[in-house]
């Protein structure tokens, strides 16, 4: 599954949503690099898409 990133250019912020739900700001594809044996932000993917998808989450 494939998810399309998006990144706030104001505060930083991941998400999917055309708009920042942090700021408000728009936001902008975050152009997720190839993949790296360092991959920074592999971690944050994997935690982002487990949190769409309601996996792992306490809510
Ligand atoms: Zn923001």
New binding site residues.
């Given amino acids: 599954m494939r998810f399309r990133i998006k990144k706030?250019p104001?505060?930083g912020?991941y998400t999917l949503k055309e708009i920042?739900p942090?700021?408000g700001?728009q936001t902008k594809s975050a152009h997720p690099p190839r993949f790296s044996p360092e991959d920074p932000y592999g971690e944050y993917r994997r935690k982002l898409k487990k949190e769409l998808l309601g996996i792992g989450v306490e809510k």
Avoid: G, I, Q, T
Wanted: net charge positive; with cysteine.
């Fill in positions: 706030c104001k505060c912020r920042c942090v700021c700001e």
